[in-house]
């Protein structure tokens, strides 16, 4: 059989293991939350932000900004319909509803239009998710927001080394939510990172994060309000301030892949893959090809080729609205169809010339095909 392409893993050093040896020796008692702290400050300096509070997922990061919103029972909350279904999650654990719009058929991210079009009195929030690292028309949303009264949230899991006219991903919006999941760009593991420079909602979700206890509170185990644990371990954050140390290194290799991606498949007219308009910085999670309609190939088809060549073959994500648990809307055309001819791109860091070279020779075949 022919050795396994994956789709994604991370890149561990010896620095990575060198700072989580240390975090798992010494980092007790008094050093408890040493390297969180160090991990906070340095995702604050990379990012432009004021404030940070590293948390245990990008899920529970969104849980505790929305709550800090108070975001409840009987209010919406307007995200797009292709997405990972841990940003609708927290809506639906708050109480509220997840009203899913369509995406624009170039980046696959919200379409604006349509988002202020689902406005309604008991809109609460956008959310703004930054899909395999394209990004969001953050100008057009943030405006809606403004004019509406309605906060702007970034769903910035997949977009850690995206910029949007100068400005990083995750830094523009009410607050933003990051992950470290193990196949992320940047990893702990599993963890996530709150992101705000608003100094009030700062202080609602540090307080809501560690069990409701408030910072200045004096008291010992004394609670000001019903809160979360979504703390990220030590551990964690050592492996963490290992990586943003490395950020540069490991965005430009993702980047360098999906480059590669570019120079030998755009040319084909048949397919689509990661925009990068002008002024924006795509960081390039997750590199994907969408076949146009005429050549007839089909995600089923393609999954079949690649596990045949032992290539992993990572589907594009379903519309939520589909999903049983959430009522359907009348119509999302792009957010229904893209979904039946796509395919995520093996990217992990360490993807050799050859397995890449394998991959495109892959995507070029049925090119010919079609």
């Not at 395999?132 to 080394?161: H, Q, T, W």
Request: with cysteine; net charge negative; aromatic share 10%.
């Amino acid at each position: 059989m022919k050795p396994r392409i994956y789709y994604t893993k991370p890149s561990i050093t010896e620095l990575e293991v060198g700072y989580a040896t240390d975090a798992a020796r010494n980092g007790w008692g008094e050093r408890c939350y040493e390297y969180i702290g160090k991990f906070e400050e340095a995702f604050k300096a990379h990012l432009g932000v004021q404030y940070a509070i590293a948390t245990s997922s990008c899920t529970g990061a969104l849980h505790i900004g929305m709550a800090a919103l108070g975001i409840g029972p009987g209010d919406e909350v307007i995200l797009a319909d292709t997405n990972w279904i841990a940003t609708a999650a927290p809506i639906v654990h708050l109480g509220a509803k997840p009203v899913f719009v369509d995406i624009l058929p170039d980046s696959w991210c919200i379409d604006p239009e349509l988002a202020e079009a689902a406005i309604t009195p008991r809109t609460k929030a956008i959310i703004a998710v930054h899909l395999y690292g394209n990004l969001c028309e953050m100008d057009r949303l943030l405006a809606i927001g403004e004019k509406n009264g309605i906060p702007v949230i970034e769903d910035a899991a997949e977009a850690i080394g995206s910029i949007y006219y100068g400005k990083r991903a995750g830094s523009m919006g009410k607050f933003g939510s990051f992950s470290f999941h193990g196949t992320k760009t940047l990893t702990t593991g599993e963890g996530g990172m709150f992101v705000t420079n608003d100094a009030e909602l700062y202080e609602t979700v540090l307080t809501l994060s560690n069990h409701g206890r408030a910072r200045g509170q004096i008291k010992q185990f004394w609670p000001d309000m019903v809160g979360f644990k979504y703390k990220m371990s030590n551990i964690q954050a050592a492996i963490g301030c290992a990586q943003l140390e490395r950020i540069d290194e490991l965005v430009n290799r993702k980047r360098e892949i999906l480059n590669y991606y570019r120079e030998h498949l755009e040319n084909l007219g048949i397919l689509g893959m990661n925009p990068e308009p002008e002024g924006t910085i795509n960081g390039a999670w997750m590199p994907t090809v969408i076949f146009k309609k005429e050549t007839k190939i089909t995600t089923e088809k393609l999954q079949n080729i690649f596990q045949r060549e032992n290539i992993d073959a990572r589907v594009f994500f379903h519309p939520l609205s589909s999903l049983p648990m959430f009522e359907s809307p009348t119509v999302n055309i792009n957010a229904g169809d893209i979904p039946h001819r796509a395919i995520n791109l093996p990217s992990y860091h360490d993807l050799s010339f050859d397995e890449q070279k394998t991959v495109a020779n892959l995507i070029l075949s049925l090119s010919n095909e079609s």
